[in-house]
C-alpha cells in the first residue's frame, strides 16, 4: 500500500510549487533569485519545475532570500523528505515509459479520476489476461521484450491494488466507447472474462462506469485522456500517444477536458443501463 507521506512525486511538484509562490510573492524573478544566490537561473527553473531536486541546503538558501519563517522551512524541508521516497512505480521503470512513471506517481495521490477510452479497456479495469493480449498487440511496434511484456502487466496489475483497492481508494468514473467491447483482444473466452470484470469492478462504490453507445450523440472529438483531481494540488490531465504522453497543467485547458468529459458522459448510458449492455456483449462473447 503507497506510504502515509503520499506520493513522492507529488511531493517533489508541490515543492516546487511553494518556492515558485514564495518568490512570487517577493516579486523577483528566476533570474533575479538565482543571481541574489549565485545560481544559474536554470537551476531556480529547474527546481521549481520539479526537473530537479534541490537540496536541504537549496532549500534553506531559498527560504533565507524569501524571508520565510521557520515554521515554512520545516515544512518544506517535510516535502522534500518525502519527495526522496520510492514510489512503488520505480520498481517497474525500466519496463515503462518514463511519462508513464510519472503519472503512476500522480496517479498515486489523485482523489478523483475522470477518464474517457474510446479504443480499450482502460488499464485499471483489465484482467490480467485481457492486458498481456493489449500489450503483446503493440509488442512489434514498441519492441517489447517477453519479460517487458510481463513486467508491464504486473506492473498494471500492482496499480489496480494500489488505486482501487486501497485503504481511502481513488473515485473513478469512466466512460467507454461501446466500440470498446466488441473490438477483441486474445479469443472469446478473454473477452468473456473481460465483460464479466468490467461488471464486478461497476458495482464497487467508488467507481462509476458508463457506456457511450454507438448510436449516441458524440458531443466531442477527442481521444482518450484522464483527468486527475487532488486534495491540495492543481489538476493534472494525462494524454498517451503511441510513442509518448503529454501532461496538460494551464488550469483553462484542464477545465476544457472537464467540460468535454462531463458532455461524453452525458451522452453515455446511465451506470445501470451500462451494466445492462455490457452483461449482453459478454453473452456474445460466449459464442
Known amino acids: 500500500m503507497?506510504?502515509?507521506?503520499?506520493?513522492?512525486?507529488?511531493?517533489?511538484?508541490?515543492?516546487?510549487?511553494?518556492?515558485?509562490?514564495?518568490?512570487?510573492?517577493?516579486?523577483?524573478?528566476?533570474?533575479?533569485?538565482?543571481?541574489?544566490?549565485?545560481?544559474?537561473?536554470?537551476?531556480?527553473?529547474?527546481?521549481e519545475a520539479a526537473r530537479t531536486m534541490p537540496s536541504a541546503d537549496d532549500i534553506r538558501a531559498l527560504v533565507k532570500l524569501y524571508g520565510v519563517d521557520g515554521g515554512k522551512l520545516?515544512?518544506?524541508i517535510g516535502l522534500l523528505r518525502d519527495a526522496e521516497q520510492r514510489g512503488w512505480w520505480e520498481d517497474y521503470e525500466e519496463s515503462l515509459p518514463q511519462e508513464y512513471t510519472r503519472f503512476l506517481g500522480l496517479e498515486a495521490e489523485a482523489i478523483y479520476q475522470r477518464s474517457w477510452e474510446p479504443q480499450i479497456v482502460p488499464g485499471l479495469l483489465q484482467t490480467e489476461d485481457y492486458a498481456r493480449e493489449v500489450i503483446l498487440a503493440t509488442r512489434g511496434?514498441?519492441?517489447?521484450?517477453?519479460?517487458?511484456?510481463?513486467?508491464?502487466?504486473?506492473?498494471?496489475?500492482?496499480r489496480q491494488r494500489r488505486v482501487l483497492h486501497r485503504t481511502e481508494p481513488c473515485r473513478l468514473t469512466v466512460v467507454l466507447d461501446e466500440s470498446v467491447l466488441m473490438?477483441?483482444?486474445?479469443?472469446?473466452?478473454?473477452?468473456?472474462?473481460?465483460?464479466?470484470?468490467?461488471?464486478?469492478?461497476?458495482?464497487?462504490?467508488?467507481?462509476?462506469?458508463?457506456?457511450?453507445?454507438?448510436?449516441?450523440?458524440?458531443?466531442?472529438?477527442?481521444?482518450?485522456?484522464?483527468?486527475?483531481?487532488?486534495?491540495?494540488?492543481?489538476?493534472?490531465?494525462?494524454?498517451?500517444?503511441?510513442?509518448?504522453?503529454?501532461?496538460?497543467?494551464?488550469?483553462?485547458?484542464?477545465?476544457?477536458?472537464?467540460?468535454?468529459?462531463?458532455?461524453?458522459?452525458?451522452?453515455?448510458?446511465?451506470?445501470?443501463?451500462?451494466?445492462?449492455?455490457?452483461?449482453?456483449k459478454a453473452m456474445v462473447w460466449r459464442r
Not at 533570474?31 to 537551476?43: C, N, P, T
Not at 511496434?141 to 500492482?158: K, N, P
Not at 473477452?191 to 454507438?214: A, G, N
Open 141 to 158: 511496434i514498441a519492441r517489447i521484450t517477453h519479460s517487458g511484456v510481463r513486467s508491464r502487466v504486473e506492473a498494471r496489475l500492482d
Open 74 to 76: 520545516d515544512e518544506l
Open 183 to 280: 473490438r477483441r483482444f486474445g479469443d472469446y473466452s478473454v473477452m468473456r472474462e473481460q465483460m464479466e470484470h468490467l461488471l464486478e469492478i461497476s458495482l464497487l462504490p467508488h467507481v462509476k462506469l458508463h457506456v457511450l453507445t454507438l448510436d449516441a450523440v458524440h458531443p466531442v472529438n477527442t481521444g482518450t485522456f484522464i483527468h486527475l483531481q487532488f486534495a491540495a494540488f492543481d489538476d493534472v490531465v494525462y494524454l498517451e500517444q503511441l510513442y509518448t504522453a503529454d501532461f496538460v497543467e494551464d488550469l483553462q485547458r484542464v477545465a476544457g477536458y472537464e467540460t468535454a468529459f462531463e458532455h461524453i458522459r452525458s451522452e453515455a448510458l446511465d451506470e445501470d443501463e451500462s451494466r445492462v449492455l455490457i452483461q449482453h
Open 2 to 47: 503507497p506510504s502515509q507521506q503520499g506520493s513522492p512525486t507529488v511531493r517533489r511538484l508541490r515543492l516546487g510549487q511553494e518556492l515558485r509562490l514564495l518568490r512570487e510573492r517577493n516579486k523577483l524573478t528566476g533570474a533575479k533569485a538565482a543571481k541574489e544566490l549565485g545560481w544559474s537561473a536554470s537551476k531556480v527553473s529547474r527546481i
